[in-house]
């Protein structure tokens, strides 16, 4: 038997406790700024927002030195929302100026820096989303970002490398659910934006991919 559905849900009980999880501070979370302070060659695989918000130049100056100094990886979860999102954008024009700038990063990533999730990891992900989807009341619109999030997560896990993202909320759940996994948040303000002489995305989200 592949799959053996009985064995993976033993866990989930009549009386399970639906209760909500609530979100941690910011301050018991791990923050780009503090966690890899003064460290080099720290591997981290790249949620979604990190390609967008590159190509769109909306990072802070800390959130690209970290990057400069850093052994990036790839998740197909990532690279498959980019073409949903490429995909439906109606206007024409800035579609094919995101197809070249993407391209510029996608051609660059190395083949074992590119992770795949496998048969275990859909199904704890489906698990994780689902169960968080019912407990956190999402809407039905929620589940398949949810389940998409926890897939990169998860891969990221198993590997033993931080998640780095924006995405502070929907990780912060997942991981309190699957506490193995780890990830590292930015944020994103006016204040502390990249200068223009920083911004080198994505030809520089490229080169750092293409390191060691």
Not at 16 to 28: D, G, I, M, V, W
Not at 129 to 136: D, E, W, Y
Not at 197 to 204: K, S, V
Request: hydrophobic share 40%.
């Amino acid at each position: 038997m592949i799959i053996n559905l009985e064995e993976t849900f033993k866990w989930r009980k009549e009386d399970e406790e639906n209760a909500p999880l609530k979100h941690r501070q910011s301050e018991k979370l791990k923050n780009i700024s503090s966690f890899f302070s003064g460290q080099e060659n720290f591997k981290l695989l790249l949620d979604t927002n990190v390609y967008t918000y590159m190509i769109s130049k909306k990072v802070p100056g800390d959130f690209l030195s970290v990057i400069e100094k850093s052994l990036l990886y790839h998740c197909s979860v990532c690279l498959g929302e980019l073409s949903l999102g490429l995909a439906h954008d109606p206007d024409f024009g800035r579609f094919r100026k995101t197809v070249k700038a993407l391209h510029g990063v996608t051609k660059n990533i190395p083949k074992n820096r590119l992770y795949v999730p496998d048969k275990e990891i859909w199904l704890k992900a489906g698990i994780i989303a689902g169960k968080l989807a019912r407990i956190q009341n999402f809407q039905k619109d929620q589940r398949k970002e949810l389940l998409n999030d926890a897939l990169i997560f998860l891969t990221a896990a198993k590997h033993g490398i931080p998640v780095l993202t924006s995405d502070r909320n929907d990780y912060d759940l997942i991981q309190q659910l699957h506490p193995d996994g780890e990830f590292v948040f930015y944020e994103v303000a006016a204040q502390s934006l990249a200068t223009p002489e920083q911004q080198r995305a994505p030809a520089f989200v490229a080169q750092a991919g293409d390191q060691g």
